[in-house]
């Protein structure tokens, strides 16, 4: 294959083409279509970024996926570039060292943002060239594009219908000028059509773009694989679908009409897209980075937050019988990873209102929760678990009124010291969080250290975020609120902003400790002082007790656990048949 | 005044002037010869700025001086602009309404950032023109600059040779290239050439200005005024004095040889140093935005920390015998604020290393302790203290070996519940704070919130920093780093930074509370998590302990108190007389 490009590259007079992970909608996940850098590699991590000269190819790939980056490019001839090793070249000067003033670097353009591309033809000293997707001809044994169905998402669960989420977003803007909000995430646009689909694993969105004017929408999409409910409601709410490959067409068109002022998200406008605007006599990023759609989404209406407390009702009943049937089988040897994910999927299915998974199940043994994004994917792959150490289990769903995601970790064995206060110092993170206040204004960049204090005061840290915000029955990773050290999103959170809270610590080799619940801001009062916000938990999944240093946890944060069970048993017992509710009853007892 | 302002803003055909507060060294006090907006306005706050146009002057200062400047400024002829009030034009848009296009407004370059400068220039219509201190011919009356003895900070206090610093100063730059850095804060220039001062209030600093070398300082200054020992010490490290007013003529100089790479601190360069060296060949802004000298001299070597505990144990018994003091006469009605402050001064004086204040004492009764900055001057203004609510003292002094800023709350007679939680919440904060671990990379701007969480959790705020750094026998307040909520220094803290840790609450009209501290950052440990570190307590001042709620405060913090109480008590308590000892025994007995 990679011949095939070096030979598209010699016809089009260019000397190396960079190939992303992503698709035009810069979501998580990408459509098997859209993953040409796997198809050409034979690397299918989720994040890497080939570049194919004329003579030779490499890939940069971060250290989650280096030994399995290692072993799928053995023998295709692509060079593993290790990001972050000492001695490795970025893309930037790996190419400058190839290719000089004169080449010409090819990029499809609607994978980059316009940052991205300038940053590149800063650093570069050959042209870069945006150019469309090459590789229908290239690779005719791509996997076509498709699309499933699309269906309505109810106003009795959205909470809003269209007309009012078109009015909200436009809220702010001046109403003397004709404005045009450019979407490609997918997200943003299921929330704003009350509409939701099955184009791209584990997110429940059909593929599209929009362009959203004050009084009604041009929604870019496979008309055929929507509903018929969906359309009614659509052409009620003034949605008009166009093609979905008519998009770019119609926003070079568009941007001709002097009179409209065109509005993207920095995160989100493609070089492609910023290239067509540029030529619009109004064109502006938007004021908020991701955009004021994925601003008011972040933000959940009463409905929805109702909506997310029945999903946590229904996710709850599931986990607790998870929790128990672990308990009551592992010392027969018959549970691994893979079928305990399994397990829970099929506790889960019991709901007529379960949609799925909203991300691949995470049960994890001992050492291999230490590793990131571990996950069994078959009987044979998955650990046997039996009873010695801990198992980390990393689940969610969706339900049509709402996204679950929850992590318990749960002891197997009689623990040591160490292990006690490691799983103790995680859950202190994660309750000092839960009771956290706040004056309105706040970050999670500013929050953050709440959650890590216990940890760092045993000089251990965690390097991913410690809370991202969850989709409404959409993406359960979504912006742009966030709770993390190492950059601040400068989002201030708001009552209805939906988080994870998730402090966690993995011990290589040893073992992998996670306590996550999802969080709601939701008001405390309001004062000469300020307005002030606090978190309420929505999650309602019992968290093991017989593994905490009493002492080192604290009374308020003993007092904080004590309530969280009372309240869960009163709210899962009803659901449960006797047995189960007996074994909820010693689970939630009070420490 | 103002008239023969307008006459001097005729004759050079000017529309308007901008007078500020501050000198052209960017410092904390200024010097009476530089309070021109004083003498012109009447008003004498620390903040504010005076515009006078030909026929109108308006002065903006802060909630602070609403009060004193209305009651200064009236027939003045001058009108008060409250900054930050609905409706109050902010200095740019009110000179927009009276100076058009055609217009000149001046300024003393001296005395504005090259960014502030830049900012006038983009919000004014008329045009911006940087001129040199004008106020020696147009107000004779004015206060002439001064130049008080200057001593040698000798070795043995400063922990490091002149030439010592200068390496360190340079140590990260490319060896091949020329630098020179421009230095106009005093006390960068104090703690770089081991010399002190007492030119200005509080701050023992020289005025003075330098450009530093790899090899040598040129040092701008009043020669005559340093001791023989200073001279000598200062010619054997390669510092040459040249005369204060030649400084911005040497620059001038200086900027034409194209050898010389020129950096000078954002913070601190002013629009008229930016204009000379905009003709330098080579001028950049420092790396660190308050440049290399201000934060290598941030991180206080083990002399200075040494130093530093010193003083903190002679100011430990001084207040001590205040506190003592207080008690035994708080029943006579004889106490009041101002003659409390006086005897702490007294009882400092009694150490030979007393060398005064380091800002003015601040000794405030009940409501008066909710204004920000209250200071009685007089007995005749101050307060009465009787057994009646809560006394705050604030005060710091100065001794060769460092600097001390400590506050403490005391109850004087029975409190109300609320009174308790209040005090019990703040000094929550500051425990909590002193606790904190964290890793490599943290900034103040991240710790900040855990000092607030349990006044948060009371929806109560304070809206001053919780932390400053502080100079050793230097300025109380120093940067680069803080712990702030409203703004990021982007400083990481590092080990030998020295901090304040001061959460405070303010009920207007009833009481102020406040409890500070004063911080080491020192190591904590090293591991495949990360570097870490933490806190050590330099202060050693007994915290009321009688009107804590124990509960609230928590076990954790109950321990760090106690622990704290224990140390304090060993360590001052041999410098006490029997009577003295014992009263500290029963303030330190554990709770």
């Known amino acids: 294959m990679l011949t095939r490009v070096r030979a598209y590259l010699s016809a089009e007079k260019a000397d190396a083409i960079i190939v992303p992970s992503n698709d035009p909608h810069f979501g998580e996940y990408v459509q098997e279509h859209y993953c040409t850098r796997a198809l050409l590699s034979g690397f299918d991590g989720s994040a890497g970024t080939l570049v194919i000269t004329l003579s030779e190819a490499a890939l940069w790939t971060d250290s989650r996926y280096f030994i399995q980056a290692g072993t799928q490019l053995q023998g295709t001839g692509i060079e593993l570039m290790k990001m972050g090793v000492e001695g490795v070249p970025d893309i930037a000067s790996w190419l400058n060292d190839r290719i000089d003033n004169g080449g010409t670097i090819l990029l499809d353009g609607t994978l980059f943002s316009a940052a991205e591309y300038a940053s590149y033809c800063n650093k570069l000293k050959a042209r870069v060239m945006g150019i469309a997707d090459p590789f229908d001809d290239i690779l005719p044994e791509r996997t076509p594009l498709y699309f499933r169905p699309v269906i309505l998402q109810k106003e009795s669960y959205a909470g809003l219908s269209v007309a009012a989420k078109r009015k909200l977003v436009f809220s702010e803007d001046p109403t003397d000028i004709k404005i045009c909000r450019i979407l490609v995430r997918c997200d943003d646009i299921m929330w704003l059509c009350n509409i939701r689909g099955s184009d791209i694993d584990y997110n429940p969105v059909a593929l599209s773009y929009a362009l959203v004017f004050r009084d009604r929408i041009l929604l870019f999409a496979n008309g055929e694989s929507f509903e018929e409910a969906a359309l009614d409601y659509l052409s009620s709410q003034q949605v008009e679908i166009l093609a979905y490959s008519s998009f770019y067409d119609v926003c070079e068109e568009m941007a001709g009409d002097d009179s409209i002022h065109f509005l993207s998200p920095a995160t989100s406008t493609s070089m492609r897209l910023e ?299 009803p659901h449960l048949n006797d047995e189960e509710a007996k074994w909820l009853k010693n689970k939630c007892r009070p420490i």
Chains 1, 2 share one sequence.
Request: aromatic fraction near 10%.
């Open 275 to 573: 290239s067509i605007f540029a030529k619009a006599k109004h064109f502006s990023y938007e004021p908020r980075a991701e955009g004021e759609v994925a601003y008011r989404k972040s933000i959940k209406n009463q409905v929805e937050l109702e909506g997310f407390r029945k999903a946590n009702l229904l996710d709850g009943i599931a986990w607790c019988r998870i929790l128990k049937y672990i308990e009551d089988n592992i010392s027969g040897g018959t549970l691994n990873e893979y079928s305990i994910a399994r397990q829970l999927i099929a506790y889960r299915s019991t709901s007529p209102y379960y949609r799925g998974e909203s991300f691949e199940p995470i049960v994890a043994l001992n050492a291999n929760a230490a590793s990131a994004h571990y996950s069994a994917t078959s009987d044979e792959e998955a650990a046997v678990v039996t009873a010695q150490g801990f198992l980390l289990i990393d689940t969610g769903a969706h339900y049509p009124f709402g996204t679950t995601d929850t992590t318990r970790t749960i002891p197997l064995s009689e623990l040591t010291p160490t292990q006690i206060a490691d799983y103790t110092a995680v859950l202190k993170g994660m309750i000092e969080l839960s009771m956290a206040s706040f004056v309105k204004g706040t970050t999670g960049y500013q929050l953050d250290i709440i959650a890590r204090q216990p940890l760092l005061s045993r000089g251990r840290l965690f390097f991913h975020g410690t809370g991202h915000g969850i989709g409404h029955y959409l993406c359960v990773h979504e912006g742009p609120q966030s709770v993390r050290m190492d950059r601040d999103s400068g989002v201030a959170l708001l009552p209805g902003m939906v988080l994870s809270n998730e402090p966690a610590l993995y011990l290589e080799g040893e073992y992998g400790i996670r306590t996550e619940n999802v969080l709601v801001v939701e008001p405390f009062t309001e004062n000469e002082f300020g307005t002030f916000y606090r978190f309420d938990t929505l999650t309602l999944v019992p968290i093991e007790t017989s593994c905490i240093d009493r002492e080192q946890l604290g009374d308020e944060c003993v007092r904080w656990l004590n309530d969280y069970h009372d309240n869960l048993y009163k709210k899962i017992a």
